[in-house]
C-alpha cells in the first residue's frame, strides 16, 4: 500500500464504525481497516494516557452528577474499556477487582457501574475482553498459517514454546537447518498479523527483530496485512506480506551462484544485492499495540 493511502485511511478510521464505512464504500478489506484502526486507537491512547488520568477525579465529579462513562470517553476520545478502568479506581474499585469487573460484569459493585460496565463493553473493539480476544486469535492464525507452510515445504522448525526458557528472545519459528532466499540464508521467520507501517517497523525491530539477528542470525518476517511501500528491510531481516510468502518455493541449501541473478518484482521482498545486505529502512508498532499501561 502507497504512504498517501494507509495516511488517509489511518486518518480516515477514527472510530470503529469507520471501519464498516470505509469497506463498504471502497470495497476494502475490513480487517485489514480494523488492523489500521486498532494502530491509529491504541497509539492515540498509550500517547495521551497520563493527560487523561490526571483528569479521572474531575471526570468522575461529573458521573456522580449524571453523565455516563461512555459519554465521557466519547468526549475525550478516548477508549470507553480504559476510560472505565480509571474511573473505577477512582471510585474506589479495588485495582485487582477492576479487570474482573469487565470481565464479569456481574461483579459490579452497584446496578449502575452494571450498566455502564455493559455499556463500555458494546462500544469498545479493543480493549475489551471482546477485542482482545480478536486480536489474539488474529495473531495464532497467522502463527498457524506459517507452521502450515513450513510443514508443506518439509522445514523443521521449533516454536516459541520449544524454546521457552533456552533464549532471551525467541522467534516465532526458528528453523532447524537454514532456508537459502536469494542468496541470504534465513534461520528464523517471525509472524505478524499486523500492518507494518514505519512505527510499527520500528518497534518491532528494537523489541524482537534485531535481537534474533543477534542471536540466531538473518531471518524474515511475514506481515500478513502488507506494509509500506518503500518500505526497506532492516541488515538481516527480509520483509515479506502474505502474498510473496505463500509464492516462495524455499531452497534447502546454498543455491549455485548463477542462482543469485534475479530478484523478485514489487517491493513485497527485498533481498540485498548480491554480496550486500539489505538496507536499514531508517528506522516499523505502536501494537498496535502499544496499550497504555493500566
Do not use: C
Not at 45 to 63: D, E, N, W
Not at 98 to 125: G, I, K, N
Not at 235 to 256: C, H, M, R, S
Request: proline share 9%; hydrophobic share 35%; aromatic share 8%.
Amino acid at each position: 500500500m502507497d504512504r498517501a493511502t494507509y495516511q488517509r485511511l489511518y486518518d480516515t478510521l477514527a472510530t470503529y464504525e469507520d471501519v464498516h464505512r470505509v469497506a463498504h464504500v471502497e470495497h476494502r478489506d475490513e480487517e485489514l481497516l480494523l488492523v489500521i484502526h486498532t494502530h491509529r486507537v491504541t497509539r492515540d491512547a498509550t500517547r495521551r494516557f497520563y493527560v487523561v488520568k490526571r483528569q479521572v477525579p474531575k471526570l468522575v465529579g461529573q458521573y456522580k452528577h449524571g453523565r455516563t462513562m461512555l459519554d465521557i470517553a466519547r468526549e475525550w476520545r478516548f477508549p470507553p474499556v480504559l476510560m472505565g478502568q480509571l474511573m473505577l479506581g477512582e471510585l474506589g474499585v479495588p485495582r485487582k477487582k477492576v479487570w474482573q469487573t469487565f470481565l464479569h460484569p456481574e461483579t459490579a459493585p452497584d446496578p449502575r457501574l452494571r450498566e455502564e460496565v455493559d455499556r463500555l463493553l458494546e462500544h469498545d473493539m479493543i480493549y475489551s475482553p471482546q477485542g482482545l480476544e480478536l486480536q489474539r486469535e488474529r495473531g495464532r492464525k497467522g502463527e498457524e498459517r506459517m507452521h502450515r507452510w513450513l510443514d508443506r515445504h518439509g522445514i523443521g522448525f521449533r516454536t516459541e514454546k520449544d524454546l521457552r526458557g533456552k533464549y532471551q528472545k525467541t522467534p516465532d519459528a526458528l528453523l532447524d537447518e537454514p532456508i537459502v532466499f536469494y542468496g541470504q540464508k534465513l534461520t528464523w521467520i517471525e509472524s505478524k498479523a499486523n500492518f507494518g507501517d514505519d512505527v510499527e517497523l520500528r518497534k518491532n525491530l528494537r523489541r524482537q527483530l534485531a535481537p534474533y539477528t543477534e542471536i540466531f542470525g538473518e531471518g524474515a518476517v511475514v506481515y500478513w496485512y502488507g506494509f509500506v511501500d518503500g518500505a526497506e528491510s532492516p541488515p538481516g531481516i527480509l520483509l515479506w506480506d502474505a502474498e510473496t510468502f505463500e509464492a516462495i518455493t524455499p531452497v534447502l541449501k546454498e543455491p549455485p551462484a548463477r542462482a543469485h541473478a534475479a530478484h523478485p518484482k514489487g517491493d513485497h521482498a527485498r533481498p540485498p544485492p548480491p554480496g550486500s545486505p539489505p538496507e536499514d529502512p531508517g528506522s516499523r508498532h505502536g501494537g498496535s499495540s502499544g496499550a497504555p499501561p493500566p
